[in-house]
């Protein structure tokens, strides 16, 4: 599923539709609003997206997003690792144009590291 939201306040309205969603995650996001708030005063805007699916990146939705903002996939500036959490890890992924800002917050199932002969 995918929840999208510009603002701390569309922010709060996922949080009540997704109670799933990591603290962390939450806080990150928070952040991440501020950045563009901070650093985009020209007018250009912050586009964000939580992915809850365990596909994160390899979601059909997050494919049809870089489709629709046509953004290519290497082209991300960061793809960092916010935290660990009930077998899976959330990451933010974030592409910046000079217009607009697009940050995918995302899950992806964790790796289970077998050890043996």
């Known amino acids: 599923m995918k929840y999208t939201f510009r603002s701390e306040k569309e922010l709060q309205e996922v949080i009540q539709a997704c109670a799933g969603i990591p603290q962390k995650v939450i806080d990150n996001a928070k952040y991440h609003i501020g950045l563009v708030e901070e650093c985009f ?3 250009a805007c912050g586009n964000f997206y939580i992915l809850t699916d365990d596909d994160g990146i390899d979601s059909d939705t997050y ?3 870089l489709r629709e903002y046509n953004l290519i996939e290497g082209d991300y500036e ?3 690792l916010i935290c660990e959490e009930n077998g899976s890890e959330w990451h933010i992924r974030a592409f910046i144009g000079t217009d607009a800002y697009w940050g995918f917050f995302y899950k992806c199932k964790t790796k289970e590291v077998f050890y043996g002969k």
Do not use: H, Y
């Open 78 to 80: 960061f793809d960092d």
């Open 41 to 43: 005063e020209d007018g």
């Open 63 to 65: 494919k049809d997003c």
